[in-house]
């Protein structure tokens, strides 16, 4: 299976103001994407986030993919060959409206499938998570691990997955769905309850406030920088055949307690940390196989200290803005 490269097409990318999806814009547009298209409710993502992106020609819309209505308007403006679909709303937010949560990951990817099944487009391109599997019963976890969603953002996840492969069983459609890990990297969301670990450590650091440890910190997560994450999808676009899913990860596991002491010492922050009460339903090991991405491109990792570092100089110089 060799589909064409990515240079050359017209791409639509949801949840393309967000984190991962604004540096799959910039990846698509320095790689010759024919014209990149996104569309994002801003949600979580921001028009920040894609300024560079926007000022080598992508089109932004501002529209909400829960509505059958906004995608058919922008595919009539559009001629779309490819759709990555990343839209979501973050796993925190099913503890703040979880039928939401479950909502948007089901109706958006419902609406592409049905675009695709009528011919819309040619290739769709999902991004599942590591949390549909819960926590691992089998480490590392690979493709074929159970599935056992802990928070209804992960039940939305893997019936979005779910979706995607029983229509490509249904109709034949070329849909592929590729599961990254933690990510971490520049432009992640570091405001309120929805900002990850890194995100708001760097935050509070930077503005007085001191970093907070839910439960023991004893959770461990297998974290991969986010041009690694975009690096593989563009190489795995080639090569995964349809209906399959593969995991992107790294082969390291940390703990966040570890994760906070490295933050903490990157900074240089002597101040105490505030233990929390553990979060409800959190998942407690995710350590991912990579065997499968491995066998199918050449996959190149940013070792963990670099991509840290870059993170957190990038954080840095974003909240000393100003000052
Ligand atoms: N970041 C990670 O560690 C990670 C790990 C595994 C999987 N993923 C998956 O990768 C994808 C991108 O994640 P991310 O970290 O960039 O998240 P993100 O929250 O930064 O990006 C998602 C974007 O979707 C937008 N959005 C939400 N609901 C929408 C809707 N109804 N219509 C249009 N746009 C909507 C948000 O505004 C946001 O910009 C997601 O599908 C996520 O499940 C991310």
Known sequence: MLRDQCSGKTVLITGGAGFIGSHLADRLLND???????????????????????????VFYNEDIEYAASLDYIFERHSIDIVFNLATKALNYSFINPGNAFTTNVAGVINLLELQRKGKFKTLCHFSTSEVYGTAVYEPMDEAHPKAPTTTYAAGKAAADLAVESYVNMFNIDAFIVRPFNNYGPRQNYKGLLAGIIPITAWRIHNGVSPELHGEGEQSRDFIFVHDTVDAVIKLFRVLPAGESVNISTDNCCTIKDLLDRVIIYYGYKGPILKKKARGADVLTHNASNQKVKSLIEYDLTSFDDGLAKTLDWYRSEFNVGK
Do not use: T
């Not at 010759?32 to 992508?58: H, R, T, Y």
């Open 32 to 58: 010759g994407a024919k014209q990149v298209v996104i569309v994002d409710n801003l949600f979580l993502g921001s028009e920040k986030n894609i300024e560079s992106a926007v000022g080598k020609g992508a």
